[in-house]
């Protein structure tokens, strides 16, 4: 038997991307040079919110990108199930830019560390920040957020999930045993 709580709800995920949009700018001191790029799937709909939130604060647009880091996966040829690729658009130089890299949930680091390898494909930035909607915990690798709208520990028995109302219809955050 499947056990299932939600632990943030759309006006939960509302208030915490909103947080994480002044704390980018108070961190950047403003926007210059600053990009955003969102890890496919969930992050992509996260960094698209926060840019724009960005946006009207600073009233003008901040450069948007989607990254996909399948082929950077450490587990791409050992998972049994094929992997689907999907686009990368950075349609910018990475070059002297800070990149706030957005993701749904960090948990053992090992997608971060896939898409900052992916990212140095694109230039040479000048720093790599994170921002995440949820933070796990259960890292295995040294990579910790800049940005978190929420921590929640969880058991390695549970699975934290995000759903978003781009891709599911709905906006809230939960937590299953599985």
Known sequence: MTKKKVVMDAEGIDRSLTRIAYE????????????????????????????????????????????DITLYRDDVLSTAKKPKLGKTDIPFSLDNKKVVLVDDVIFTGRTIRAAMDALMDFGRPTLIQLAVLIDRGHRELPIRPNFVGNSLPSSLWEEVSVHL???????????ENI
């Open 24 to 67: 980018i700018l108070e961190e950047n001191k403003g926007i210059r040079d600053l990009v955003v790029i969102g890890i496919r799937e969930g992050g992509v709909c996260l960094a698209e919110r926060i840019a724009k939130k960005i946006s009207n604060i600073e009233k003008t647009d901040v450069p948007l990108g989607i990254l």
């Open 165 to 175: 109302a781009e891709i599911e219809g709905i906006d809230e955050v939960v937590i």
